[in-house]
């Protein structure tokens, strides 16, 4: 099993230059060729946070992953594009090798006052408990690196490579043993499940994803995260080789953390 370094490791390790934040990421955290999407787009996000200020929560993030990222140093160059008086907007560009490997855009916004009620998603219902949900087991070789971080308990959908013939996946995941706060924390989390067209498969198939839009509903978003989360993946249409999915993450308290569409490569 690959020596596992923390998120919160590569954090505390990263070298701050004038715009730019250079994290060095290790195998533990690949997924294929290249590193796990959700940890690059939180990483930006703390790239983001370096250059342009923590003050301001997150509200949307988009990502669109161009190329493999390397194990090693890799380059998160930001640029404040404009910052006025409620939002920030924010562009990260990730270098890896010299390439340019991802490029993500941070909308960040200080909380306002409105006449509008508050209003929150509901809270759709899930056929299984996290006590009765089947506990995936990481396996050497069949799932990817990066899963050692998490804990996932399957609650519905078909199990990957299963055969199955649904489109939807409900899961509860978490972090395992790290303190890291709530608004990277659901950044990670809404990218960490595989799609849900690979349970349609009954063998092994490669998928990446090309672009991906979240929006972030966080409350106390840099109070550290723990418990157990939930997320339901849907897949709303699917062909030429490309899916399209959209993604509800659920805090442990019961809250909508993010809304999430991704567009999905499925090669096979």
Not at 19 to 29: M, S, V
Not at 177 to 194: F, Q, Y
Not at 214 to 231: F, N, T, Y
Request: proline share 6%; glycine share 8%.
């Amino acid at each position: 099993m690959t020596q596992l370094t923390p998120l919160s490791q590569l954090l505390e390790q990263r070298i701050q230059d004038t715009g730019c934040t250079i994290f060095t990421l290790t195998p533990d955290w690949t997924q294929g060729r290249t590193m796990f999407g959700g940890l690059l787009s939180a990483l930006a996000v703390q790239a983001m946070r370096d250059v342009g200020g923590a003050g301001w929560p997150l509200r949307a993030l988009q990502t669109n992953f161009v190329g493999p990222v390397a194990e090693g140093p890799v380059y998160f160059r930001v640029q404040v594009l404009r910052e006025g008086k409620n939002v920030r907007q924010v562009k990260c560009m990730v270098e890896s090798a010299g390439e340019v490997a991802g490029i993500m855009v941070g909308v960040f916004g200080q909380s306002r006052s409105s006449e509008l009620p508050a209003r929150s998603a509901p809270v759709a219902i899930c056929e299984k408990t996290l006590e009765q949900a089947v506990r995936l087991p990481f396996i050497p070789g069949m799932t990817p690196n990066f899963m050692q971080h998490f804990q996932m308990h399957w609650a519905e959908g078909g199990y990957p490579c299963s055969g199955s013939d649904t489109w939807k996946t409900k899961a509860y995941l978490r972090l395992k043993n790290d303190n890291i706060d709530r608004e990277l924390c659901t950044v990670m989390l809404t990218d960490a499940p595989p799609t849900p067209t690979l349970s349609r498969f009954n063998r092994m198939v490669m998928c990446s994803s090309v672009s991906w839009s979240l929006e972030l509903r966080v409350s106390r978003p840099l109070e550290p995260a723990s418990g157990d989360w939930r997320i339901d993946i849907d897949t709303k249409a699917c062909g030429e080789g490309y899916t399209n999915e959209v993604a509800t993450l659920w805090t442990p308290e019961g809250e909508a953390a993010a809304f999430g569409t991704q567009v999905v490569a499925v090669y096979g």
